[in-house]
């Protein structure tokens, strides 16, 4: 985490996000056939630290730094906390229902690899949100992110 934080700028945040995305996607697709297959072991061990390379690259930090810089100034700070108050939401909702679907009477036959291909859809998911719908903010003066968002709206409503 860190070390992206040293590179953020260079790199941008997109990019990062798409990245750790997909490989958080990708890990939890990997833990979820190896639960299939019963083999967890070194291997799932190997594709839990891969989720959380991926994470730390992406969701945990630099989240932070884009809600900070894609919401104009004027509504900065209700909309940072809308925003917030989501994540933790999700958040719950991810800690609620991981034991009910890891619970192998949800699907006897995934051997409670179902949470793990769910979560890993969403994170595949949450990748190609990034990438059609999240602005670059990477060097952006805010002026211009405002003429985006209006940009962007207009486009929508067309």
Not at 89 to 110: E, G, K, R, Y
Not at 126 to 146: M, S, Y
């Amino acid at each position: 985490t860190m070390g992206v934080l040293l590179i953020v700028d260079r790199v941008g945040r997109k990019p990062l996000l798409v990245v750790g995305a997909v490989v958080m996607g990708c890990s939890m697709m990997a833990i979820g056939s190896l639960f299939v297959s019963g083999t967890t072991g070194v291997s799932g061990l190997v594709a839990i630290c891969l989720y959380l390379t991926g994470l730390g690259m992406s969701f945990g930090p630099i989240i932070w730094i884009l809600m900070s810089e894609i919401f104009p100034a004027p509504i900065r700070g209700q909309a940072m906390s809308v925003a917030i108050a989501a994540q933790w939401a999700a958040n719950f909702l991810v800690s609620a229902s991981f034991p009910l679907m890891f619970d192998d009477s949800f699907f006897p036959m995934t051997h409670g690899a179902f949470a793990f291909f769910v979560y890993g859809s969403f994170g595949l998911l949450a990748g190609f949100l990034v990438l059609r719908h999240v602005p670059e903010t990477k060097g952006l003066d805010q002026d211009l992110l405002g003429a985006f968002w209006r940009r962007h709206s207009r486009e929508g409503a067309a």
